[in-house]
């Protein structure tokens, strides 16, 4: 199966799921109106095995040396960090015996050796796997026992947002918890992540002094506060427009609240089911989480709920700036259609003595008058002057 242009390199097309996306062809007046571009699905052959066995990933395209690998033991008062070259002799390695916690975090999917001597090594579950390479997941939480060569483990599907350049981009990452180890899947390099493991290398940090569970809450917990800076922005930029389409509206400014509405859709699909994950794990009873970390996941819960009540917030806003747009649009258009409409309606009187008086009737009294003349224009001008009084006596000028 081969990789999807527009994907991260090595990640695959789910079973009868095509993430190809096909640009809907601009009309000649809009090239640049920013378009939303949906995912296909396509038919999916009946029967179709599901998940993906850690040997299957041998026979699948791979490009090797695009997976970024560090990893990082732990304990009170004890720290490693290594950024793993060979995956294998690493993995061949065991881990200090000190080591309370272990943290592997794999930065781009795209060497499935990398993928596949984890899977082995960790002993993972097919399903996972499969989510783990088809990138566009919804967020999710599934619970894996101790069964057969299968080890006991969370797992937990979420997605970053991160704005590049103006453009927000939504990333899938893959979190397996287990007893003292966890592993992290990214689409490509580059995480929010910092500030965690800056608080792992501080000795006495409360981090440290946790297990592999409170690992896990605390890089949900950056991925969700992440969010909050990017709806600050999104926040000012609204207001910056509110005032421009109220003021004097025009069509970029329109053409970026629907940019807007478009992102914030994105962000609701991304942080939305997050709820049901944080509340999953506020549930969940599996033996690789403490109830020390149940009792934080209660503040992150707390934090989902808030971006969730400001991104509705921010969309009815974006509706109402639309529904402004339309209006000061069509005020506009009344405006310069009642100045048309009296102004003909002033004429409509001069146009009937015009007519009148440019007939080429041969008896005409007033014709021959050397008076007539001047008199024509002085009743055109006290009608113009008339109407125009009584315009804005009835408060239509």
Avoid at 67 to 95: Q, W
Avoid at 98 to 114: E, H, M, P, Q, Y
Avoid at 150 to 159: E, G, I, K, N, S
């Amino acid at each position: 199966m081969a990789p999807v242009p527009g994907l991260s390199k090595g990640a695959l097309l789910p079973r009868g799921y095509d993430q190809r996306v096909t640009p809907v062809e601009p009309r000649p007046d809009d090239d640049d109106v920013a378009r939303i571009e949906l995912p296909r699905r396509e038919g999916q052959a009946p029967g179709a095995k599901p998940g993906i066995e850690p040997h299957e990933l041998a026979s699948m395209p791979s490009e090797a040396g695009q997976a970024l690998v560090t990893c990082i033991d732990y304990a009170t008062d004890e720290y490693g960090h290594e950024d793993v070259t060979d995956v294998p002799a690493f993995l061949a390695r065991h881990r200090p015996d000190w080591s309370t916690v272990r943290w592997i975090n794999v930065a781009g999917i795209g060497d499935l050796g990398v993928v596949e001597a984890l899977a082995r090594k960790y002993h993972l579950h097919p399903l996972a796997i499969e989510d783990v390479l088809h990138v566009g997941q919804r967020p999710k939480l599934d619970s894996y026992g101790e069964t057969g060569e299968y080890q006991a483990r969370l797992f937990v599907v979420t997605r970053i947002l991160t704005l590049v350049e103006g453009t927000l981009r939504a990333e899938q990452i893959s979190i397996f918890l287990g007893h003292r180890t966890v592993l992290t899947f990214l689409e490509d390099p580059g995480d929010v992540w910092d500030p965690i493991r800056q608080r792992l290398v501080t000795k006495g940090a409360r981090l440290r002094q946790q297990d592999a569970s409170f690992l896990v809450y605390s890089l949900l917990d950056a991925v969700v506060d992440h969010v909050f800076p990017i709806l600050e922005r999104y926040g000012d930029r609204l207001e910056e427009l509110e005032e421009i389409l109220l003021e004097k509206p025009d069509r970029e400014a329109v053409q970026e609240v629907h940019r807007i509405k478009r992102d914030l859709l994105t962000i609701r699909h991304a942080v939305w089911p997050m709820r049901e994950v944080i509340a999953g794990l506020m549930r969940e009873t599996h033996e690789c989480l403490s109830d020390a970390t149940r009792l934080y996941l209660r503040d992150l819960n707390d934090h989902v709920t808030q971006i969730i009540e400001v991104v509705e917030a921010y969309r009815e806003i974006v509706r109402g700036l639309a529904e402004t747009y339309m209006t000061s649009l069509s005020v506009r258009t009344n405006e310069v259609m009642k100045v048309l409409t009296i102004v003909g309606t002033v004429f409509i009187p001069l146009t009937f003595l015009a007519g009148v008086y440019g007939m080429n009737f041969q008896h005409m009294p007033e014709i021959p008058m050397r008076w007539a003349y001047p008199a024509f224009w002085v009743v055109c001008v006290l009608v113009a002057i008339g109407m125009v009084v009584w315009f804005r006596r009835r408060d239509w000028l």
